[in-house]
């Protein structure tokens, strides 16, 4: 009897084991609408699928600094847009990005990219004030302005979220309360709400998990 329960729990540990290798290599889904490309190797011609990556950008931080893409090469991070007067959603978000920030604080690999889609009030000035009322310091968590359309086309063609001016929104714009994490390569590896608790956990956890995709690489 304490022989089969023995080869029992040891087959148990086994499928457990199986499955939580399987876990370990299951990779984050990319986001966006893939290419499809023929390279030549060995001669012969393979097709492969390449996912849209978010191209090249510069806005103004609230440092008074420009930012581009290159600041995040290297780095996976997490974006999002916002207005500083903004009356329903962005409070809360900000308050849940605060938790992204304070879990990956003084993290090298680690950024996030808060984009507002009122320039015209949100001055780097404004934003720098904004930035010192939610306690954040440094350049992990960068809160940029910059030209009206370029954020738009950016928010709504490349992190794939609603960001816009709209007169019949509260606060005159109208914008999605997603976190959007991108990969070192720049692709969309994930969609969160950054309205709930469980949105911005599992946001925490996939980053985790991304990182993890790399140290296995």
Request: proline share 5%.
């Amino acid at each position: 009897m304490k022989r089969t329960l023995f080869a029992g729990a040891l087959g148990l540990l086994a499928v457990l084991a199986l499955h939580g290798c399987r876990w370990e290599a299951e990779k984050l889904p990319y986001l966006g609408e893939p290419e499809t490309i023929t390279k030549v190797v060995d001669g012969k011609p393979v097709e492969e699928l390449v996912y849209p990556a978010i191209p090249a950008f510069q806005f103004t931080s609230q440092d008074s600094v420009p930012v581009t893409e290159k600041n995040f090469d290297g780095k996976i991070y997490v974006a999002d847009f916002f207005f500083v007067t903004c009356p329903t959603i962005c409070p809360v978000m900000k308050k849940n990005m605060l938790k992204v920030y304070e879990a990956f604080k003084g993290a090298d690999d680690i950024r996030i990219l808060s984009h507002t889609i009122d320039p015209n009030h949100d001055t780097p000035a404004v934003l720098k004030q904004y930035a010192n009322d939610l306690g954040v310091s440094g350049s992990m968590w960068q809160f940029v302005t910059g030209d009206r359309e370029k954020i738009y086309d950016i928010g709504e063609n490349h992190y794939l979220v609603t960001a816009g001016a709209d007169s019949t929104a509260p606060g005159g714009y109208i914008h999605s309360g997603a976190f959007v994490l991108i990969d070192k390569e720049k692709h969309v590896r994930g969609q969160y709400d950054g309205t709930t608790e469980e949105g911005t956990n599992k946001l925490i956890a996939d980053i985790k998990r991304l990182r993890d995709e790399y140290k296995n690489d």
